[in-house]
C-alpha cells in the first residue's frame, strides 16, 4: 500500500524567514507529484505538479518554488516568507499512467507572524 | 478555463436526515468529476470518482450521477451521521494526468445528534 509523508506537521515562522516543506512517497515508483495550498476555510490551489525527478512546473506564483530531487520526494521553499504564505499545504500523488484521482497527504500548518 | 460551483455553506443537519450537495461544472472537454471529503486538520480524502457520463459512483453510503447534459454531479446520502460532519469538495479532471484537479469552494457540513 502506498503512504504519503508530510513533514514538519506545522510550523510557526517570522516574515521573512525562509521555508522548506518536505513530502515523501512510499510505495509506489514514478508518481506524478503536487503541491496544494488551502486558506483557512478556503479551497485548494495547485501550486506544482512534477511528473519525474528534477522537472518541477508552476501553476500559480507565490513566490515559492518546488523541486523533487529523488523519485518519492517533493521539496517546496521559499526564501522569504511573506503573511500571506500561512496556511495549509497539501502534498498529493496520483498513478503516472491515465488515473486522475490525486491522494492528499496529512498537510503542514503554516503560521508567518 | 474549468469551474465548478458549489452549494454554498454550512450546511446543518439532525441525524439521519438526507444530506444533497449540488455542483455544477464548466469545462470545454470531457472531465472525470470526483468528490474529496475533508475532516478538520487533515488532507482530503477520496470518497469516489466518476469517470464517465449517466454513471454513477457511490462509497460510504455517498452517491452521485454524473450528468453530462446538465453539467451537474450532486452529492447524496439518505441518512447521514453526526461521523458525516465535514467539508465536501466536487472536483474535476480534464484528464491530463499532469495537471492537477480544479475544486469548488467546498460545503461544510455538520450533523447534530
Known amino acids: 500500500a502506498q503512504t504519503i509523508h508530510q513533514w514538519p506537521v506545522a510550523e510557526i515562522k517570522a516574515v521573512g524567514s525562509p521555508l522548506s516543506l518536505g513530502c515523501t512517497i512510499k510505495?509506489?515508483?514514478?508518481?506524478?507529484l503536487y503541491w496544494y495550498w488551502q486558506a483557512t476555510g478556503g479551497t485548494l490551489q495547485q501550486l506544482f505538479y512534477s511528473i519525474t525527478v528534477g522537472q518541477v512546473e508552476s501553476v500559480v506564483q507565490l513566490n515559492l518554488s518546488a523541486s523533487r530531487p529523488k523519485d518519492d520526494q517533493f521539496i517546496l521553499s521559499t526564501e522569504k516568507l511573506l503573511l500571506s504564505h500561512s496556511g495549509f499545504y497539501l502534498c498529493a500523488w496520483s498513478p503516472y499512467w491515465g488515473f486522475y484521482e490525486q491522494y492528499f497527504g496529512p498537510g503542514t500548518r503554516l503560521t508567518v507572524l | 478555463g474549468d469551474s465548478v460551483t458549489q452549494t454554498e455553506g454550512p450546511v446543518t443537519l439532525s441525524e439521519g436526515t438526507s444530506l444533497t450537495v449540488n455542483c455544477s461544472y464548466e469545462?470545454?472537454?470531457?472531465?472525470?468529476l470526483f468528490w474529496y471529503v475533508q475532516y478538520p486538520g487533515e488532507g482530503p480524502q477520496l470518497l469516489f470518482k466518476v469517470p464517465k457520463a449517466n454513471e454513477k459512483g457511490s462509497n460510504r453510503g455517498f452517491e452521485a450521477t454524473y450528468n453530462k447534459e446538465a453539467t451537474s454531479f450532486h452529492l447524496q446520502k439518505a441518512s447521514v451521521q453526526e461521523s458525516d460532519s465535514a467539508v465536501y469538495y466536487c472536483?474535476?479532471?480534464?484528464?491530463?494526468?499532469?495537471?492537477?484537479?480544479?475544486f469548488g469552494l467546498g460545503t461544510r457540513v455538520s450533523v447534530f445528534p
Open positions: 472536483a474535476l479532471s480534464e484528464g491530463n494526468y499532469a495537471q492537477g484537479l480544479t
Open positions: 510505495g509506489k515508483s514514478s508518481p506524478n
Open positions: 469545462t470545454k472537454q470531457y472531465p472525470t
